[in-house]
């Protein structure tokens, strides 16, 4: 369970990826490479094949895109920092991409749960993945307004899920009609049940659990036709 999932091509320039533990989506064109989220930090190596699988250059990575702060999301996003990729995410999930402050699930989250079957299983498979490692980026930078444009051509816009973190932030494609829901919805993971199946991630995830249930709630409604999550595979979602 140490290489890519999976890759699903969802429209051109558009590369969805089901890392080891978490998930990816890798954007391409016009010479340039931008991601939504990236891993954990030993997932580096993984990012750089998925970017190579795009039919494009690691080199030419120019900006990370973040859902949210959590380790398994933000990745080895610093080390990238340093050879000058930008890295962004929304105004509100800013200072815990920064780890100004730190919303992150800890050991201590998951004691209640640890005779769950898996949940062990799961951890330790977290924490060699880098899961307990100082992830933050100082340098990285807010989004500002309601859409992104991406240096491959695609646009993106923003939507705000708070609740699984204080400033979780998802994006819809609308061209190919996909939200990448972060962790604010799921397609599933290594402990909950289902698997194919929109639903949200255990409580001992979400910062504020009522917030993440509000934002679930309207994430569900989005007029899209598939979901990209940041767990699990991708979501089509059937339409009359
Ligand atoms: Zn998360």
């Not at 494009?56 to 990729?85: C, K, M, N, Q, Y």
């Not at 400033?167 to 289902?194: K, N, Q, T, Y």
């Amino acid at each position: 369970m140490t290489g890519i999932r999976s890759t699903v091509s969802v429209a051109p320039g558009i590369l969805f990826v089901e890392g080891p533990l978490s998930n990816w989506t890798v954007f391409t064109g016009n010479g340039s490479v931008e991601l939504v989220d990236c891993g954990y930090p030993a997932d580096l190596p993984l990012v750089e094949e998925s970017i190579r699988r795009a039919g494009a250059d690691p080199a030419d990575l120019r900006r990370i895109l973040i859902t949210h702060g959590h380790s398994d999301h933000l990745g080895a996003s610093a080390r990238f920092a340093e050879r000058g990729v930008v890295v962004a995410t929304s105004a509100d999930e800013l200072p815990n991409v920064r780890r100004e402050v730190t919303e992150q699930v800890t050991i201590r989250d998951l004691l209640p749960s640890i005779l769950k079957r898996g949940t062990v299983r799961w951890a330790i498979a977290a924490v060699r993945a880098g899961g307990l490692r100082d992830v933050g980026v100082a340098s990285a930078v807010a989004l500002e307004g309601d859409e992104v444009h991406l240096s491959t051509g695609h646009t993106l816009q923003l939507v705000a899920a708070p609740g699984h973190t204080t400033g979780s932030v998802c994006f819809i494609e609308p061209e190919s009609r996909s939200l990448l829901s972060g962790d604010a919805i799921v397609g599933g993971h290594p402990l909950l049940r289902e698997n194919g199946e929109l639903q949200q991630l255990p409580g001992f995830f979400q910062h504020d659990a009522d917030e993440a249930a509000r934002s679930a709630q309207r994430l569900v409604l989005c007029d899209v036709d598939r979901v990209l999550p940041g767990h699990g595979p991708i979501v089509e979602l059937a339409r009359a």
